[in-house]
Structures are given as C-alpha cells and as structure tokens.
C-alpha cells in the first residue's frame, strides 16, 4: 500500500491466532486498511470476531503473527505515546481526584499550568465543579466523561476506542457521542472506534468497515460522507443502517 502525506495509519495484511490447547485457532485472518489523517474509522462486527484483538494490534499491545502496521510510515513495535485507548473498563485512578487524573498524563514540563490546564479539558466535557471531586463521588457517565477528558488532556494524535460507551444507559450513550464529536470539531484527532452498535457508528463515523466473522477481515466499506449534527431518522442512514446488519447476517 503506498503511503502518502495523508496517511496516518496503515494496516498490512496482519494475521493473529492464539493457542487453543494443542490447535492454532486463526482470530484475525489477513486485514489491510489505511485510515487518513484527522479520519474517524468505526469497525462493527460480529461478537467474537476479533475486533478487540485486531484494536489490539493497531494500538501496539498485540503483535501481529503475520503482517505489519505502521504509523506515520513507521513500523509499530509498542504502544506508542501518539495514541491514547478508551476502553469499556475504565482507566480512572479511584485515589485522585478529576483535576489530579487529568493532570496524570501530563508528564514533563512543556504543559505550562497543568492545573488550569485539566480544569480547561474537565469544562469542555461537562465536569465543570467537580475538578476536586473523587471518583466514587461521581456518575458512570461522569466517570466517563472523566476518562474522555483525560485521553484529550495529552493531546493524543490517535484515539483508539473500544466500545467506549457500551456500559452507559441510552441517554448518556448519546451525551457522549454528542459530546466527543464536538472536542473532534474543535481539535483534530484520527479516531478509530470498535463497536457493535451500527448506529453509533453511522452517528459519529467518516467510514463503516464490517468485519466478518473469525478469522475476521473486512467483508464490507461504507462511506458516511454526510455532515454533522447527523439525524439518524433521514432515510439515507436507515438505509445504510440496512445495509451493514445485512452485511452482519441480521438484516432482512
């Protein structure tokens, strides 16, 4: 795949099994993408396809058996600095404060006022008032938006996403949405999100790839070329929307 200025992300024919007793089971069967710089790339698929591992590879925590990612044209070997993960878990330190997480990442001395700094990314979200707050003194979805603020703290070039906002109730899954889509208008960020909701990702997302089942590879593209705020309602996306779960085996 030739690389240009634009590229940020290039993934090269990677293949992944793991053990499974004495067999290999094959998760990720032979994936290529190239995601552009300042791209937001949403990847549905089937439970169990192999999503998470595949996240896995790009971000640097899994090597790959076959097959190489490179960013910015560089070999990935590692997690790298570059790219921040928000993942369904939660990565907030329950003994600090919001003001004192958000200030975590903040390593070295090119930051300026890291204090004003945190309380600067803690209003951007909604969290403005609760800088001295403790974890356990918030909502899930304030927790949430904690761990958002903090990926956008360091600046991250990538935001890797792992069904980031799969374990908040419908209301505040759609807050967070909203909300992320508004700090990517105002600050650019290439975004790839893992989810298995077909509408979050028309939602937010410039592209749809769809995974097929293990070993998984990219059955299908979708272009969402549509600007925001989107209005799911509109009968392109609800044909769209169609489209990728027939894709995934569950349409009409």
Request: charged residues 25%.
């Amino acid at each position: 795949m030739g690389t240009d200025m634009n590229t940020k992300i290039v993934v090269d024919n990677i293949r992944k099994g793991f053990k499974s007793g004495k067999a290999q089971l094959p998760v990720v069967g032979g994936v290529g993408l190239t995601v552009a710089d300042g791209e937001f790339v949403a990847i549905v698929g089937p439970s169990g396809c192999g999503k998470s591992t595949l996240m896995k590879i790009i971000a640097g925590f899994e090597r790959p058996d076959e097959g190489e990612v490179r960013i910015d044209g560089a070999a990935r070997h590692g997690p790298s600095p570059k790219g921040i993960v928000i993942s369904q878990h939660g990565s907030v330190f329950p003994w600090l404060t919001v003001q004192q997480n958000l200030m975590f990442g903040l390593n070295g001395d090119g930051h300026g006022d890291k204090a004003a700094l945190a309380d600067h990314y803690a209003e951007m979200v909604g969290l403005k008032g609760f800088e001295n707050s403790y974890p356990h003194e918030l909502s899930g979805g304030m927790l949430k938006r904690v761990e958002l603020a903090r990926a956008f703290v360091v600046k991250p070039e990538i935001l890797y996403m792992d069904e980031p906002f799969s374990a908040l109730d419908a209301l505040m899954n759609l807050r967070m949405r909203t909300e992320l889509l508004r700090i990517l208008a105002e600050e650019r960020h290439t975004v790839l999100l893992i989810t298995h909701d077909v509408e979050e990702a028309l939602y937010m997302a410039d592209r749809v790839l769809v995974l097929s089942p293990r070993p998984t590879r990219i059955q299908a593209t979708f272009e969402v070329p549509h600007p925001h705020p989107r209005k799911l309602s509109r009968p392109e996306f609800q044909e769209m929307k169609e489209r990728i779960l027939r894709e995934l085996g569950v349409g009409e």
